[in-house]
């Protein structure tokens, strides 16, 4: 028919059969790129009031052989898409926790938490569970100390399942924390069935926090709502000591952002990332 001619056009249109082979060769390369150890973690300090480090983000970044070190945003969705996610979250969790136990050794650094970010289709998984558990029977991590990074895209479908496999972990003492906060489709009765430990307040509204009334507006809501809810709230992306201290004030008491330093790899992660005193 006239309307399937024009489907089968569009698949020849010269524009998207260039993002088919450009993904293609994206997923190629990861896939080698796993096996040759060419992912890396660097860790982002999360502080507290004190501006002293008492946990990390782990975020993955690619040593490419001839494009150089990537960023997550060149590679993470088309990994969701072709589902290398799965490897490479699993492989994410496994060096994290690896870390943690290496930091659990130490006194300095036993009490430090592990935040590792899970993707939607990594957590759908059926296997999802059980992976988790594998890694912390193999790597011997105190699961109190790790926390996984879940965002609102995982709650548009399926609930129970969601909460179901959040009960499981959290028997195990692993936490969960609600990445993005207010960027997505979540509603706030989802918030009171989730059973969660932390909310991230998206950096999209740290960024304007001073200037934008809105965004001030709803910074605060979500710092009051943690509260109410007893969910610890870090504010993420706080990159001058004017939005620390507006936060601060207005009852945030966990941060992330360039203030206290940027993601490094271990060896660069200072302990105290005072960089000068909160007044
Ligand atoms: P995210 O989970 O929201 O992580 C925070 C992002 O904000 C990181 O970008 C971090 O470097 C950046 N950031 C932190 N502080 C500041 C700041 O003060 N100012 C600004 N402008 N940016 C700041 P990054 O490392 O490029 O990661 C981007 C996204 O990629 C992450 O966003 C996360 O969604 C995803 N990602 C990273 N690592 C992983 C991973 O291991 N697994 C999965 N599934 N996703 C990951
Ligand atoms: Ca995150
Ligand atoms: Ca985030
Ligand atoms: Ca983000």
Redesign the pocket.
């Known amino acids: 028919s006239k309307s399937a001619g024009r489907n089968t056009m569009r698949f020849f249109d010269p524009t998207m059969q260039a993002l088919v082979a450009q993904r293609t060769a994206i997923d190629r390369e990861l896939r080698l790129a796993l096996k040759r150890s060419e992912l890396v973690?660097?860790y982002?300090p999360v502080v507290d009031e004190q501006a002293q480090m008492v946990g990390v983000?782990?975020?993955?970044?690619w040593q490419h052989p001839r494009r150089g070190l990537l960023?997550?945003?060149e590679f993470?969705d088309q990994?969701?898409q072709s589902g290398l996610?799965l490897p490479?979250?699993q492989w994410?969790l496994r060096k994290a926790c690896e870390q943690l136990v290496q930091w659990a050794a130490q006194p300095a650094t036993a009490q430090l938490t592990m935040a590792?970010?899970?993707?939607a289709r990594?957590f759908r998984h059926p296997e999802f569970v059980e992976q988790v558990l594998e890694v912390m029977r193999a790597t011997g991590v105190a699961a109190h100390l790790l926390k996984l990074?879940i965002?609102e895209s995982l709650l548009v479908t399926d609930m129970l399942e969601v909460i179901e496999k959040m009960q499981a972990l959290r028997t195990m003492q692993v936490t969960f924390s609600l990445?993005?906060f207010g960027t997505g489709y979540s509603s706030l009765s989802y918030l009171k069935r989730l059973p969660l430990d932390q909310l991230?307040i998206?950096?999209s509204f740290?960024?304007d926090v001073l200037t934008d009334s809105h965004d001030a507006a709803i910074a605060q809501t979500v710092i009051t709502l943690g509260q109410s809810l007893n969910l610890s709230v870090v504010a993420?992306?706080?990159?001058t000591h004017g939005q620390w201290q507006f936060l601060a004030q207005r009852g945030c008491k966990l941060f992330?952002?360039?203030?206290f330093g940027?993601?490094v790899p271990v060896a660069q992660l200072p302990l105290s990332c005072l960089s000068w005193p909160l007044v």
């Open positions: 973690l660097f982002q983000e782990a975020l993955v970044r960023s997550p945003m993470i990994a969701e996610i490479l979250g994410v590792v970010n899970v993707s990594q990074e965002t990445d993005d991230k998206d950096q740290v960024r993420e992306g706080v990159e992330q952002g360039y203030l940027k993601p």
